[in-house]
């Protein structure tokens, strides 16, 4: 039982990316919260953002704030998959990027509350010019 991450690359300053997280013998339904971490060389890892249900019409997500207003996350459960769209990238995002995500234990909640328990390998974004 596994993620895999893809989509990263390198890129300019002011570039985009789209990042994509697919599951490995289970199936990524609403009663999982999705996460995108990030960790750069030398630094601890990071959340950079969360989604899970609310229980409501609308998910819930967490950004943090050195992302929020360029980084949307979001979830296509047709698809079994979650996606993290990056844009107006900065060299200070540069990290491995790693999708996660865990099991609500009654489908809903703050996924910014949750530790998560299935991981998957990285993804290494780099913004230089």
């Known amino acids: 039982v596994q993620l895999q991450a893809s989509g990263g690359g390198l890129v300019q300053p002011g570039e985009s990316l789209r990042l994509s997280c697919r599951p490995s013998?289970?199936?990524?339904?609403?009663?999982?919260?999705i996460a995108w971490f990030r960790q750069a060389p030398g630094k601890e890892r990071e959340r950079v953002s969360c989604?899970?249900?609310?229980?409501?019409?609308?998910?819930?997500?967490h950004y943090a704030t050195p992302v929020k207003g360029r980084f949307t996350i979001s979830r296509d459960i047709a698809n079994n998959t979650g996606y993290l769209q990056m844009n107006s990238l900065k060299p200070e995002d540069t990290a491995v990027y790693y999708c996660?995500?865990?099991?609500?234990?009654?489908?809903?909640?703050?996924?910014?509350?949750?530790?998560?328990?299935?991981w998957g390998q990285g993804t290494q974004v780099t913004v230089s010019s």
């Open positions: 996660a995500a865990v099991a609500l234990d009654y489908g809903y909640g703050p996924c910014d509350r949750y530790e998560y328990d299935h």
């Open positions: 013998g289970f199936t990524l339904d609403y009663y999982y919260a």
């Open positions: 989604i899970s249900s609310s229980g409501g019409a609308t998910d819930y997500t």
